[in-house]
């Protein structure tokens, strides 16, 4: 048994991983050691990719290219391998990832199975808009060929579905077209969540790629950094110079604190404020800005910490937001990465698919125990009422009765698990 | 083939860290690689993920018995034939348990064959061949488990230590040509070979680092690359330590 958490760093749980490098091999390994779960880089939050005391299917060494069409941009690959060596790859063959999700260290499996999405949803939908074919294997030994034209329920059964509906062997992408790793960028502080919906609003024609970082310390008022950028046509930008930087160890108490919080998001505020304007950026520090921060998870001490992450309906969006803030400032708690962002007015391709027409808040908090759960409480109450939901990814908490409210087609879904995989979160949400 | 390409052979290329050599190398510019494994199909998936990284490399898959002296001697014959050599990496090897091995004698023969015998075999096979041609480079990867043996696992170390000193014998007899022999040694190393390794909650090195090193130490032509470096400071405390302090130690 190994000890295995994800990446909220909340539990340590014993695991018997198995961990697969040939995928000739996974009919067989998934037959004999489940129930179990895919497990990648483990970068979703909370219990989505753990199941305790029970087999986890270990898939980063799957990570082999199958085949890559250049003039068509099709790539075909094992689930095990990273968006980062796809971009590193296609990026200077002219095609790039069309959507991207915070991190590139995560793979294609894991961006499937929580069928995840980037600044650019309002143009360009989630990572299952893309997917043309996939390959599950059932633990059975069956093997289900599917796609958005072939066997259409499985595929939207398997994208969004947590791993849930059979082990992702393979995946065909749709690539997109790109000039070259730079992105044309644009910075512009906002005082208020009226003028945020307002720049989203207006940046929605023009611009790919929209998010704002809010400061929810400053009296909940919804002050922030409005981010958005397109793809560049430059070509002479400086190369990116690599320097990661690893969290060497865990520090005793959350660094993130009361103590720290205030001088923190004051201070970026006004950097970002002063550093506003226009400008072009490789798509790594754009896209991934948290990448070569290594291992940043561990600076909320040993306790680990939660993401909670919204998304409410557009029609009450500023007004809800504004209270899920109000709510934060008064618990006197604060997130260091609060993320603010205007989905596009489209459905996912998933049945579990997370993003749908709306207002996403992204928050993350220490753990404080009985504190934080209360607090989440409140803010669950105010999505509950707001006909919202909660990012299955992130999540780690959230009770069942949130979960039924806000993924209204489960009973659509339930039908599709392989009866020989199970996760923490399937358990916790879903009874088994 | 191309005149002016790379031509590079790697033993054991389904194991992680040659993978990932392979990877670096391809990426670097197109080349001319053999891969050698003892399953064809899987030697084949590795080549196929090479081609998608670099399309106009040339790759091409060997299926070979490893243990068998006469047929690796017609083997690498057999890929000099097809032209000169710049690199050749021999990497394969099992990471056997200790205590079956010291229980079945089956075991620790299959062990000490595979992972000693085996790589001197090819490395024997080809250092003739490099000497008479007075070129390219010749790298063996043999493990920090060969520094000094333990009772954790000095089966496998032992068979490294036999790799130790025949690496360091040919680069005696080599000294005088331009043929380079480097030796690799591995720390514990986050590949399919030592997942058992993780339940001891041991901090392992990405394949992928460990890639970058011996790929490094290659084409510098360093005899002697511990990978990742830390491993050759803490090797030589573990191989000075006296006897009645080592003898404490539970490693």
Known sequence: MVAVSSWGRLWQWEHDVKFLTDRRQVASVIRTSNPGVAHGMGRSYGDVCLNPEGALWNTTGLDRFISLDEKTGRLVCEAGVLLRDIQRLVIPKGWILPVTPGTQLVTVGGAIANDVHGKNHHVLGTFGDHLQHMTLLRTDGEVIECGPQLRRDWFSATVGGLGLTGFILTAEIQLRRVSGPWVDT?????????????????????????????DCISGGGGRGIFMRGNPSFAHNEPKLTKRGVSIPLVPPVSLVNRLTLRPFNTAYYNLKKWQAGRGVVHYEPFFYPLDNLLEWNRIYGPRGFYQYQSVVPRADGKEVVQAMLHEISSAGRGSFLAVLKTFGNRESVGMMSFPCPGVTLALDFPNKGTRTEKLFARLDAIVQEAGGRIYLAKDARMPRSLFGSGYPKLENFLPYRDPGISSAMSRRLMGY | MALNRKKVVIIGATSKIAEHCARLWVTESPIDLVLVGRDLAKTELVAADLRVRSPSSSIHCIQADFLAPIKIQELVDGIVRDGDVDIVLIAHGSLPEQHPCQEKL????????????????FAEAFAGHMQQKNRGTLAVIGSVAGDRGRKSNYIYGAAKGLVTRYVQGLQHRLANTAVKVVLIKPGPTDTPMTANLKHTGARLASAEAVAKNIVDGIAQGTPVVYA???????????????KVIFNRLDI
């Open chain 1, 186 to 214: 644009e910075t512009i502080p906002h005082e208020n969540l009226a003028e945020f919906f307002r720049l989203a609003d207006d940046s929605e024609a023009d611009w790919e790629h929209t998010v704002s970082w809010i």
């Open chain 2, 106 to 121: 089956e075991l620790c023969s299959a062990a000490l064959n595979i992972n000693g015998v085996s790589p001197v075999l």
């Open chain 2, 228 to 242: 990742p470096a830390k491993w050759a400071l803490i090797m030589m405390i573990i191989r000075h330590l006296p």
